[in-house]
């Protein structure tokens, strides 16, 4: 077992409390909230639930406001790999069951390199502690709506191909909602993007998602849809809030 199958910390139930994120001098109580898919912003329609995931060991609260996440703010120097144009819009459920948009979530994405390597980090290995690279977040729009620009991710012995996401959000004046998820690939779009530099001079055996057991609980409904656009890809993701 890979050390990212392990939760950082203990795990939470959806209804044990946790701190409130932010930069509010109040403290307040927290609720994990349920992720699902909006149907339409404004259709009526009801929102379909999508799983919760492992945080796993990797996150680390950077505060780090981006939407280019591929270079080290600290150096400069920046990750090589296939760009990815991630697009997510975050909704809300209403009282009446409908999804709306929901503006002012703070939505975190955190990914290993092409070798497989997270920042600030010390694992078996790699020891990349003070480096701040394919870390930061957003907040999103008036339209529910996040972009970051990030690469395909690499891997690492243990796991298949992911990126971690964390949504957080003031539901009131005394409690926020949190989610924590992971997005997937499709195989055999990894497969054609893990055949040029610089993955490909990562040796050894990929874990596929059939052989990945957080995958295997729910991760058939967290693959990202990803397209080529231009020299690298594109993928959007709905995503609502409970």
Not at 5 to 18: K, T, Y
Not at 172 to 179: K, L, M, P, S
Request: include cysteine.
């Amino acid at each position: 077992m890979h050390d990212d199958d392990r939760p950082a910390g203990r795990l939470l139930s959806r209804r044990e409390l946790v701190a409130l994120f932010g930069a509010s001098t109040v403290a307040a109580l927290a609720h994990r909230a349920g992720a699902q898919t909006p149907a339409s912003a404004s259709s009526g329609a009801g929102c379909v639930v999508r799983p919760e995931q492992t945080e796993g060991p990797y996150f680390v609260d950077e505060r780090l406001l981006r939407s280019d996440l591929r270079s080290d703010p600290r150096t400069g120097a920046s990750k090589d790999g296939a760009p990815l144009d991630l697009t997510l819009t975050v909704a809300r459920m209403t009282a009446a069951g409908a999804c709306a948009p929901l503006q002012g979530a703070i939505v975190d994405i955190w990914q290993c390199d092409a070798a497989g390597a997270y920042s600030d980090a010390r694992d078996r290995g790699f020891d990349t502690r003070g480096q701040q690279f394919l870390r930061g977040y957003q907040v999103t729009d008036a339209n529910g709506q996040v972009r970051f620009t990030t690469i395909y991710p690499g891997w690492y012995p243990g796991r298949a191909v992911h990126i971690h996401f964390k949504i957080r959000t003031a539901a009131g004046a005394a409690r926020a909602r949190e989610f924590t998820s992971q997005f997937y690939f499709d195989e055999r779009t990894t497969d054609r993007v893990h055949t040029r530099a610089p993955y490909a001079t990562h040796t050894g055996r990929r874990t596929r998602n059939e052989g990945d057991g957080i995958f295997g609980e729910t991760g058939t409904q967290l693959i990202l849809p990803v397209a080529e656009a231009g020299q690298g890809y594109a993928a959007s993701f709905n995503i609502a809030m409970r």
